[in-house]
Structures are given as C-alpha cells and as structure tokens.
C-alpha cells in the first residue's frame, strides 16, 4: 500500500518480511542488511537471508548479550557506556569493543541519555560521581546543572509476564544520585545519566568529563556532543493520555491537605511534560462546579415509577458497600428556636421491611452544622408507599436552619448497608400549622423553571497552569451526568436528578455542555478535550454508546467525542472523532480510510498485548517503548494512551492500610472487572506503571514526601521514542518546504520517511537492537541540516 506524506511516496508493508524475527534474549544485536539491495533479491532469498541472519545472533534469556563500549579495564574495575536504548542487566558481560569516551548526539531541547557501567573486580566504597560542563563553540558551556545522574535500580521480577519474560533482577526504577555509594565486585553498577541541550544552545561540538572516584581511585570518562543546528518544538505532535491519580500521589507521599497535594501533583505534571506526554485529566484538583437551580432535590433520580402522587418522585438507590447514598434537600430551611416542627414524607422501599433513615440536620446563625442538634428517623419500609414523620419538640435555642436527608437504607456510617427506596410529597414546617416551608416536596419540578451556572474559577486555574503554561495538547474533559461503562458494565446518565432517555435531561444537558463549549472556545482551549466516558465496548455496547455520543453531538456539536476500542472499525467510529485501539488491533487500512475522513486514530498498551508484539512491560525488551511511536508515525497514529502511569497498588490484593510497594513487587495485579476481593490475576509486570514513589517502604515510612516521581528506564526510552517522533515530523515539513531547486535533495530526504523494514514490518515484527534505530534518527538529522543549509 502506498500513501502520500506532504508530496512524498512511501510504501507501507503489508505483510511481514521478516517472519523469523524472533523475540527471545535480551536486546540481542540484530545485522542490519542494505533495504535496497534486499529489494533487489528474490523473495525466497530474503526469508533464508533473514533466518540466518536471526539465528546466528539471538541468544536465550539466560545468556546475557554483550551491548556497549569498553572505556577501560583495570584490576580495580572495568569501565563502559552505552546509548541510553538498553536495559543492563547485572550479570552481563563487559563489552570488548572499545571507545576512547562516550559519544553523544542530540538536537537542541533535546534529552540524551546514556548509561556509563562500572563494574568493579573488588568492593569499591564511597563511589562518587562528578560531571563537569560540556564546552562547546565560541565558549559556550552547557552547565553540569543540565546534567542528571541516576543509579538504575532494579526489581525483582517472580512471575514472568509472560513467555518472553524471566524471573530475576530487572532494571527499571532511577532513583537520583545523591552520594557517594558502594559498588559490589562482579556486578554492574549502571548509571543512567541524561543530557538537556538547551534551547539556545549553538549548534557544533562539544567536550567535557564525567569523574569517578572511590577513595584513592579515580577515572576520568571524556565525553563528546554534537549538537545538531535544529531545534526540537517545545510542543509534542504526539496527542497523549497517561493516568496519574491523585489519590496514589496522596497515599504514598504521606499527604494531608489540598495544598500539598496540588504542590506534589504539579511537579508530576512537569514530569509528564519533561517527557513529552499529557496526563489524562490535569484539572483533577481543578473541577468545573455545575449548579442546577430550581431542582430542590440533589443526590436521587427523579423518576415516574409508580409515584405517591402526579409524576414523579425520587429514587434512592445505594448500590455501594463503602458510602452513604443519601437525597438532599438543596435549600437550608429556616427555623424559629423553640418553635414545635412536623416532617411528613411518603416512602416505599424495594424491599419489605427494609430500614430507611430520615434525618434533620440544624445549623447555628454561622451556618456551621452542629450534631448534636440533629433529629432523625430509622423505619421500617414497605412495598407499598407508607406515610411517616418526625416530631421536634423545638430546635436548640441557637439553631437558626435545617437541611433535610433521606437515605434509602440504614446509616451505619460505613455505607456498608445496600438498598433502594423512593420518596415524594415532603412537607415541613410548624406542628401548630403554617404551611410546608419545604418547596418541590412533590417532586414535580418544572425542568423549563430551573437554570444550569457553572463556576470556572478552579477550572481555569487548572487550565491556564496545564494548558497555556506547560503546553499539554490533550486533557480528559469529565462532565457531570454522561453515562459510563465499558464491556463489563454499564450505566446509563443522571444530570440533576433526571435520567438520561428523558426530556429534561436532554434540555438540562443542551445548556450545560453549550456552556462548556463555549467557554473552551474563548479560552483557545476547544480541541485539546476529549470527552473519555465509555470504555472498550464490545459489539452488544454499541447501541448504548452511540446514543452516548449522540447526546452529546447534539448538545455540543465541536466537542470532542473520545472512545477506546479493542474492536477496531467504523462500526463506532463514525460517532466519535477520537478512536484509540488497542495497539495489537491497530489496522493501518482503516485508519487511513477514516483518517482521510477528519477522524483520528490513537493506540494504547496495557495488559495486552503481550509478546511478539511491542509492549510495557518491565521484564521485555527495552527497544519496544522507543519504538512505539516510530511505528505510530508509520501508522499515522496521531496519539497514544496508557491507562495508569502509577498503578502502584491493588486494592483487590493489597488490603487497605497495606499497599503494595512497588519497589519490591513489580506486578501489577488485576483488580474491578468482577475480581473478586483477594483473587490473584496477573496483569502484567509494569502495566500502568512507568515512575514510582519516592517512598520505598510505603505503609511503614510516615514522612511527608513533597517531591517528584522516581522516574524508569521504561519512561527514559519512551521519551526518546517521542523525541525521534519530532525528527519525523520536522523532516516532513523540512521536506515540504524545500525551495524548488533544492527538490532532489527533498525527494532524498523524502525517503527516510518510509521507515526501513530493518526497524520493523509490523508491531510484532521489529528488530530487538536499538543500533537500528539510533543509525536511522542519525540519518534524519543529517537531512534536516542538509535542508536547513541549502535554504
């Protein structure tokens, strides 16, 4: 198949090439053949060549692979590097390729990343590291505060992910250096160190050193950068959605207030940024705040299921074994001291004799609830609607207000009680008459009457800190009243107290989401939403989600509808203008065909898919996360999404007050999808985990931690995968800008958009050596100058 890149003709591979690429070893070095002389030879050639070529160097797992280059070997110890695109593990071997010093290349705003390995022939204490300026044209230097140094710590892997991982020490956490350490004999003890060229920083050569030393030991590692003469966009061209819950950041950095929490949470966000992905919902701590005047109930569903009386009443239904569901009067109701009240209801329950609580809060002349004021009422429910009261003799003499609050089963505090009842014609007010002070208790609410306001002032905040500040290009917009569900369960809207399906809830929707839209066009913000409420339907969903979406067109018709699928097609597609398909699921012909159409394609990893194909996981190879987005580009993806960036811990596993550490458990476990509460399944090792807590013995450390993310080789290679995204996307309009007699050099340049079959055919077919890769990004950059030179 061939498509079009701004006047360019790539091909793209249909069909594998390369059928024997096998997965097993760890980065094992792979030969890289000439594409155009493979071109020329004759199919049957090609598959033998190929065979050869993969059993000669691949290896089993158990035989670590000789990667990188020898600085030096000395009794103390040896000394080596290699480009920031492996995992080193800590029995492998010392490469016998030499290198006079570690040897860099990179693009301003750029990050470089490489890993300097000491493994020492004896016990090496106090081990520091010192990095020095790199000096480069005119005496310009780039600072050593530009420079990080982290230790790549390891986890201990017990179940395998699956056939293509091991059990043993896997490296992935980076925790920073902060000091001298000891280096143990026969191991490596790699640092990943990284490089940020600035933005300003002038293109050519530059030299400085890395020092290390143990007591009266010293070594000296050169290092050399060539800066290339282009710049990396601040922004990414990749769209991105990476969970980061507030509530892991809460319970593992040992947090108390919102303050600290908003404090903890930004320097994650910048971390996400720093590595070029968005997280999904930045104005978590931010909501929008959405009021609906004029309803006078909050908390039920106003619903014409066999009322008391007229239309309507309102249902109460607590389906949680954690929470209090509860219906609240939405107006305190003022009250005279000493003065006799009556409150009168009718109630039903779904159940006979169920328990249902009627409570009267009082509130003092400040408005603080005070309770020991409180009058309440446990009774017994009824299939059939039943009348019953509460008698107050006189409110406390500072009483000035009450509230009233219905739940429809017993109030243990804990929420542990489940149930459902139903309540209509409310009446409170003086035992000696004087009418009912209580308006709607009838529960016939006009919907025309009522009004929708919106408060954006924590929004915005949010909103001008995450989106104009740090330039994230995508953000989860959560909206009051959608439904929700994926292919195990699903629930059908409520906005206000009215279900979705029903004339008010359409009306009440139209001008809330036209609100919506409307303030996210004013503040340039419309098109970077996406409206994210329905989760991988199977065929039997599909109705349910295209009203979903339907609603939502109707009431906002620019805003952006979002769906993940794990079955791909149009068969949802033409009701949403975001479709994220699970990586191994991607179809290429389809997202070109609706491509074409204005929709946009992403793809996610998670727990699948699982080896050949690229993948997360802790205990594969390292070259699958760089080579994700090549292969989004190839497939014109324009975004990618993992589910959770920090799944630290099982709630399904690890009870509470007992969270995993995943520092010394890598796997993540399954949890929700009616898992039962202990049941062991296996996600995967790293799924929804890229950075890790700073915490290493959470539950048993109590200190407050008001730092960043620990961040992981994973996370570290990720980023370079999205920064040679950007060399692509530069070189496209590079290519397209070219002057027309600079055109032969644009068609040469051109070709190195179609990415090589010796990078991959396919996203289960790719080469393990990331030499590949850093050959090809090398050859792109040389293009970009050449570009730049002859303009």
Not at 131 to 154: K, M, N, Q, W
Not at 487 to 516: C, H, N, W
Not at 634 to 655: D, Q
Request: net charge neutral; proline share 8%; with cysteine.
């Amino acid at each position: 198949m061939e498509q079009k890149i701004n006047g360019c003709s790539t091909k793209r591979p249909t069909k594998s090439q390369n059928p024997h690429n096998k997965t097993i070893g760890i980065d094992p070095v792979a030969k890289v053949v000439s594409i155009k002389k493979l071109r020329k030879m004759h199919l049957v050639c090609l598959l033998s060549i190929i065979y050869i070529i993969n059993a000669a160097f691949a290896h089993p797992q158990s035989s670590p692979q000789e990667v990188g280059y020898l600085l030096s070997a000395s009794p103390a110890a040896s000394i080596w590097w290699a480009e920031g695109a492996y995992k080193i593990m800590k029995n492998g071997p010392a490469p016998r390729t030499a290198s006079p010093g570690v040897s860099l290349f990179a693009a301003r705003n750029e990050y470089e990343p490489f890993l300097l390995v000491l493994k020492p022939n004896q016990r090496l204490d106090r081990v520091r590291v010192d990095c020095g300026p790199l000096a480069g044209p005119d005496g310009v230097v780039i600072d050593p505060s530009r420079i990080s140094v982290c230790h790549v710590g390891s986890v201990n892997v017990t179940v395998p992910t699956d056939e293509a991982g091991a059990a043993g020490e896997w490296p992935d956490p980076l925790p920073p250096y902060e000091g001298p350490f000891t280096a143990w004999p026969g191991e490596n003890q790699p640092l990943w160190i990284t490089v940020f060229v600035p933005a300003d920083a002038p293109a050519g050569d530059y030299a400085g050193r890395i020092f290390l030393s143990a007591g009266a030991w010293k070594f000296e590692v050169p290092v050399s950068l060539k800066v290339w003469g282009f710049t990396l966009p601040r922004e990414s061209h990749v769209r991105s959605s990476f969970g980061t819950s507030t509530g892991f950041m809460r319970l593992y950095h040992n947090l108390e207030t919102k303050e600290e929490l908003e404090q903890v949470a930004d320097l994650y966000y910048r971390n996400l940024r720093d590595h070029r992905v968005a997280p999904r919902d930045p104005m978590e701590l931010y909501p929008m705040k959405v009021s609906v005047k004029g309803v006078g109930w909050r908390g039920g569903e106003f619903t014409g299921e066999l009322p008391h009386s007229g239309k309507r009443a309102v249902k109460a239904a607590d389906d949680s074994i954690s929470a209090d569901v509860e219906v609240i009067y939405e107006n305190r109701i003022p009250v005279t001291p000493g003065t006799p009240y009556r409150m009168t209801w009718w109630a039903r329950t779904a159940a006979a004799g169920q328990k249902y609580t009627a409570l009267i809060q009082g509130y003092n002349a400040e408005g603080v609830w005070e309770p020991a004021w409180n009058r309440l009422s446990l009774a017994d429910g009824s299939l059939k609607w039943k009348s019953d009261s509460i008698e107050v003799a006189g409110f406390a003499p500072e009483t000035r207000s009450v509230s009233v609050h219905f739940f429809p089963v017993f109030r243990d505090g804990r929420g542990s009680a489940t149930g459902t009842a139903f309540f209509d014609d409310v009446s409170f007010g003086p035992a000696a008459g004087g009418g009912n002070l209580l308006s709607g208790g009838d529960m016939e609410m006009d919907p025309a009457g009522m009004s929708v306001e919106v408060d954006w002032t924590e929004f915005d905040r949010g909103a001008r800190r995450y989106l104009d500040e740090l330039g994230f290009n995508a953000f989860d917009l959560r909206l009051e009243g959608l439904g929700a569900g994926s292919f195990y369960s699903r629930e059908k809207g409520i906005f206000a107290g009215f279900r979705q399906g029903t004339p008010a809830y359409d009306s009440l929707m139209s001008r809330y989401l036209g609100q919506v839209e409307k303030h996210l066009e004013e503040n340039r913000w419309l098109g970077k939403e996406y409206i994210y409420w329905f989760d991988e339907p199977d065929p039997k969903d599909y109705p349910f989600v295209r009203e979903g979406m339907l609603n939502i067109r109707k009431a906002a018709p620019r805003l952006t509808r979002f769906i993940t699928e794990h079955r791909p097609g149009p068969d949802i597609m033409d009701v949403s203008e975001v479709s994220c398909t699970i990586f191994h699921r991607v179809d290429p012909k389809i997202v070109a065909e609706l491509g074409a159409k204005g929709r946009e394609f992403w793809s996610y990893l998670c727990t699948g898919p699982k080896a050949p194909w690229v993948t997360l996981f802790i205990d594969h190879p390292a070259v699958n996360l760089r080579l994700w987005p090549w292969m989004s580009y190839r497939f014109g993806l324009k975004g990618i999404l993992v589910w959770e960036a920090m799944y630290w811990t099982s709630h399904n596993v690890y009870p509470e007050g007992r969270p995993q550490n995943p520092w010394t458990d890598p796997m993540s476990y399954t949890s929700g999808y009616g898992t039962p509460y202990g049941e062991i399944r296996y996600w995967g090792n790293g799924d929804g985990r890229f950075i890790y807590p700073p915490n290493r013995n959470v539950g048993v450390d109590k200190a407050k931690y008001l730092g960043g993310p620990v961040n992981s080789v994973r996370w570290e290679i990720l980023r370079e995968g999205l920064e040679d995204y950007e060399y692509l996307w530069l070189l496209e309009r590079a290519v397209r800008d070219a002057p027309d007699g600079e055109k032969p050099l644009a068609a040469g340049a051109c070709e190195l958009l179609d990415v090589p079959a010796a990078m991959f055919v396919s996203g289960q077919e790719y080469t393990k050596d990331p030499r590949v890769i850093l050959e090809h990004r090398r050859k792109i950059a040389l293009a970009l100058e050449a570009l730049a030179k002859a303009r």
